[in-house]
């Protein structure tokens, strides 16, 4: 059974607005959730973070948001440039509990020109 | 730095035969896992280790066997390779176990015929 679910298999997204991904959990007792962005043939690189004791953590143009009563959380990139074209993949794990970090299926974002 | 290095970057192997996958870091990180990417199937956890002697099993460690002897090694084998096992091969480490996030090799592309 999924416990890190993208549901959105891939996202266009114009230049220069604003690019959504979601990401939706069935563990409650994750507590640290991640954000990883991969180039074709490259391993994932580590984006940004953010733990249950807050809702929003921002780095930049990258933006986290967490509803842990909805068991979910959302990427927001602004604005969305050529090079943010990738996959993204949501993460998360227990921290405090057996650190297994566990990804989802991944979103493929297109920035379109 | 030369971070999380993965050898060999690409292999072909024959059904049955038996291969190790190498991943060292420089990093003095505790944490290391393995993960495996397949097309529509993200990434998948293999095996993972918290410290030298220590490992455990992820979402899918049948068929694969790791063990980690010294801080920066964590090797993973395939004792009797199958068709199902071709796949892009990813190790991981950080720091430590909890909240911190991952960092990753560039992967080895193995098939097996």
């Known amino acids: 059974d999924q416990q890190v679910k993208q549901n959105s298999p891939s996202l266009s997204v114009q230049e220069g607005r604003i690019s959504i991904l979601n990401c939706d959990y069935t563990?409650?007792?994750?507590?640290?959730f991640l954000w990883y962005k991969k180039y074709p043939a490259e391993g994932p690189t580590f984006l940004i973070s953010i733990s249950s004791i807050k809702d929003k953590n921002e780095d930049g143009r990258f933006t986290v948001f967490l509803n842990k009563s909805a068991k979910h959380l959302s990427l927001h990139i602004v604005p969305s440039q050529p090079g943010d074209s990738a996959v993204y993949f949501c993460a998360a794990t227990e921290g405090g509990g057996d650190d297994k970090i566990i990804f989802g299926k991944g979103t493929r974002l297109h920035i379109l020109p | 730095n030369a971070g999380v290095t993965q050898t060999p970057k690409f292999q072909v192997l024959k059904t049955g035969q038996s291969m190790t996958l190498q991943c060292a870091q420089d990093m003095n990180h505790e944490y290391m896992s393995w993960y495996r990417q397949d097309p529509g199937m993200g990434l998948r956890l293999i095996h993972y280790?918290?410290?030298?002697?220590?490992?455990d099993q992820g979402e899918v460690p049948n068929g694969y066997n790791v063990s980690r002897s010294t801080t920066e090694d964590f090797p993973l084998r395939l004792l009797s390779a199958a068709p199902s096992q071709t796949s892009v091969y990813f190790c991981?480490?950080?720091?430590?176990?909890?909240?911190?996030?991952?960092?990753f090799g560039d992967g080895t592309r193995l098939s097996i015929l």
């Open positions: 280790s918290v410290g030298a002697g220590i490992t």
């Open positions: 991981a480490s950080r720091l430590r176990a909890g909240y911190q996030p991952q960092h």
């Open positions: 563990n409650s007792m994750f507590d640290y």
